[in-house]
């Protein structure tokens, strides 16, 4: 079981931010990644969409004989974890609880602010985690749409990025939070601009770094961790043609993206 790979999903090109802290913090490992490129975005979709999605996005990496699953998107992992976890052998690891752990060990007032999709912000995920750490912690949450195509444009630290920052972030700060949830893929990618907006006195959770923890944590408890280096390079799959994939992605994973091959869920 341990020299098998990991298994790692989303919608699109966000969860290469999860797939790069794997990388880095357990670098033996080896990865298989599924970027549903045909179907992007999820967070617009209705939860029974999300949960079919996500489903044959499951079965596709259990497939490949993975010994563990990384959800590693926060509109999919709102609304699909559970039965994930429920429906199959292997750990199932989603990036909400890990982010909500984070926040809950760093505030100060209690009071938490997340961000993320539509539908993560609508699932109300964050907030059954983080309750059911802490039944009194105070949890603001506000969907940011526009950060996704923003960082997929490469805009992450641009004026205009900043302004929508400005807006999105408004109404979480006027409630005196400390501690603010990065609850999207993606907004890792933008967090120079949200610090800069938050302001120092705000603490910002990166669930994708988070997420990376608990999988390292799984994998030694589980007695699944894999030692011998080097680990063979990441396995890329995506559901529609790469070019879009290999393009942006390459900016989310902070290296050139290569060998990526489409294939169908059905
Ligand atoms: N990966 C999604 C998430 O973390 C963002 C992109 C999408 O909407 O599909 O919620």
Known sequence: MPERAIGVFDSGVGGL????????????????????????????????????????????LLAQ??????????????????????????PVIGVIEP???????ITRNGR???????????????????HALRHDAVVFAAACPLF????????ANHAIARLAAREYLAPLLDQGIDTLVLGCTHYPLLKQTLQEVA???VKLVDSA????????????????LHHATPASPPRYFVTDIPDRFERVGGSFLGEQLQGVTTVSLD
């Open 65 to 90: 004989r993975v010994k563990l699953l990384v959800v590693a998107c926060n509109t999919a992992s709102a609304v699909a974890l559970d039965d994930l976890a429920e429906r199959y052998q292997v």
């Open 209 to 224: 770094r988070e997420t990376a923890k608990a999988v390292a944590r799984r994998l030694t408890d589980d007695h699944l």
């Open 199 to 201: 302001g120092p006195d």
């Open 148 to 155: 996704v195509p923003l960082a997929e444009e490469g805009w």
């Open 17 to 60: 931010t999860v797939l790069r802290e794997l990388r880095s913090q357990i670098p033996d490992e080896s990865l298989v990644y599924l970027g549903d490129t045909a179907r992007v975005p999820y967070g617009t979709k209705s939860p029974p969409t999300v949960l079919r999605y996500a489903q044959e996005a499951a079965r596709f």
């Open 99 to 105: 982010g909500a752990q984070r926040a809950l060990e």
């Open 112 to 130: 938490v602010g997340v961000i993320g999709t539509e539908g993560t912000v609508r699932s109300g995920a964050y907030e059954r985690a983080l």
